[in-house]
């Protein structure tokens, strides 16, 4: 029984190596959207036996970072650009109800994990690493959503957030490009002291700009990049 413990063990460590590696390289763009992920050529890569592989890549497409075609190969998930106005509407909504709730309900432990999680981003910003900006972006928001004392909402918010790390990636780079970096890190210390001054309107206000900045700049990104026009309706002005 306890060598059966051992090789479960052993094969959970082996899934969640893999899991980080993969999701790493997807949310860096390392594996690119609609990359073929072979369990073959995966197991070879990382020397262990597909179940292992089919663990990582269950998991991965739990968090809508792979998909399984009908003829059950498996691709990284292609960012759709004809949906990224849905995508943005719902994520403007989320933005604002989870900052408008930890406006109102804050408390001061909770204020405290907000000022660290944002020192944290401005800490990620200064490295110039993508990913680890990204993260830190997210810890961040997700602060300021627990804040809210709602988990229905936050929860909701986290899936977003998750969904949209590879566009913040290429938005970051658009960023970098334009120096418009500063930005970011402004907004975020303004969306603090909102929620640390109780005011909940201002804190609306800036959730709904700061989305309206993230659709705007991966607009021109996107417009940069490719020449397929795509149509994007304003958002609606925050009320």
Avoid: W
């Amino acid at each position: 029984m306890s060598e059966e413990i051992e090789a479960k063990r052993v094969r959970g460590m082996g899934s969640k190596s893999v899991y980080d590696t993969l999701r790493t390289e997807i949310l860096a763009l390392t594996l690119p959207p609609g990359q073929l992920l072979d369990e073959t050529t995966l197991a070879e890569r990382f020397d262990m036996s597909r179940s292992p592989i089919r663990e990582a890549l269950i998991r991965l497409a739990g968090e809508e970072l792979v998909v399984t075609l009908s003829n059950r190969s498996t691709i990284v998930a292609p960012i759709e650009v004809a949906s990224f106005p849905k995508y943005v509407e719902a994520l403007d909504v989320a933005q604002r109800m989870n900052t408008r709730l930890a406006a109102a309900l804050r408390t001061e432990a909770d204020l405290k994990i907000i000022a660290r999680r944002q020192k944290e981003f401005e800490a990620a910003v200064k490295t110039g690493q993508h990913l680890r900006m990204s993260e830190a972006n997210k810890q961040f928001h997700m602060a300021v959503a627990y804040a809210g004392k709602n988990a229905y909402l936050a929860s909701f918010y986290e899936r977003l957030l998750n969904q949209g790390q590879r566009m913040l990636h290429l938005h970051f780079e658009y960023l970098e490009r334009t120096g418009d970096g500063y930005l970011l890190t402004d907004e975020h210390e303004l969306m603090l002291d909102a929620i640390r001054t109780k005011n909940v309107e201002l804190a609306d206000e800036l959730a709904h700009a700061h989305t309206r900045q993230f659709q705007d700049n991966f607009i021109a990104f996107l417009r940069e990049n490719y020449t397929t026009e795509v149509s994007f309706g304003p958002l609606a002005a925050a009320e």
